[in-house]
């Protein structure tokens, strides 16, 4: 069976919880076995792997916007967790957003004293986006680290939720304002946002990997190029999606937007990812199959797919289970 690396993977720490109430009231909503999955670092997750044929699971934190030095009391802890088993996991760093300054150097330490593969971070701080260049210090460091930095879908702000309340009860707000809509148009359009203020000029090698299935991103693929002509940038975007960008699959489980994002993205930069533990890893290896079977990635493109584009990515390697 052919090995997988997963980038879309997570866990909670209680000191989070703990120290924020926001994201406490977050990880209260999930049931207790899902609560009990993130938690987890050892031999239940490890078991859960073999499951669906994981060789490295890359871990990173979930949601919570918490400062420099909580930061790094829970980086140090996913550290201990993986040196556990190294052969198993890897760690993206959680960073302290709203503190660029502290956040670029945490993802330094990460990176060289921790052996993190790069960095996972919210799709937004409280309602601010990346664009504004207090933020491009966390990008300036990336770049020169040649890691990584994930952007991952957040909840909306206080400020951001009025837009998705309507006639309908407060619950469908909630929804359309995360997993039913927003965190995925949120997302890709943050990633818009990044390009269309220059960050992809300043940092040309900067790297970004995006998660289900691009954000949207794909479909729209052909008039966000064009329409971007105009926005006055060195670089297409076209140019940078094709360079900078990296997409995984995690948590959408379903062939017509693979299908999509293969004919606008290079199978180099398509990555298998599962979501976990909100998505479990047989469901992930399931879909894998049914990709096979399918014929839309077939033969050394699904070795890419699998793994590879992961070792070159972030500088791990697989082994066979």
Known sequence: MIPLITLEEHYSSRK????????QAHYAAFPPPIRRKLEALGDERIHDLDHGNVSIQVISHGPGDINASLCTAV???????????????AGFAMLPMREPAAA??????????????????????????????????????????DVPLYIHPTFASDSMMEYYK?????SV??????????WHAETGLHVLRLYASGVFDRYP?????????????????????????????????REVWRNN??????GMFSLTPLACLLKTTSIEHVLYSVDYPFSTNEKGLAFLREIEESGLITGEDLELFAYRNAENLLGVRAGKL
């Open 205 to 237: 090698t900067l790297r970004i990997v995006i998660g289900h299935m691009g954000e949207m991103l794909p479909f729209q693929l052909e008039r966000v190029c064009t329409v971007s002509q105009r926005w006055g940038r060195e670089r297409s975007f």
């Open 166 to 170: 309507g006639n309908y009860d407060d």
């Open 16 to 23: 989070v919880s703990e120290a924020s109430p926001e994201a």
């Open 245 to 250: 960008i990296w997409v995984t699959t995690s």
């Open 104 to 145: 670029a150097a945490e993802l330094e330490r990460c990176v060289k004293e921790l052996g993190f593969v790069g960095a996972l971070i919210e799709n937004h701080t409280g309602g601010e986006y990346y664009d504004d260049e207090r933020f491009w210090p966390v990008f300036e460091r990336a770049q020169a680290l």
């Open 173 to 182: 707000a909630l929804a359309l304002s995360a997993y039913g809509w927003a």
């Open 75 to 89: 980086n140090d802890d996913l550290a201990a967790a993986v040196a556990q088993h190294p052969t198993r996991l």
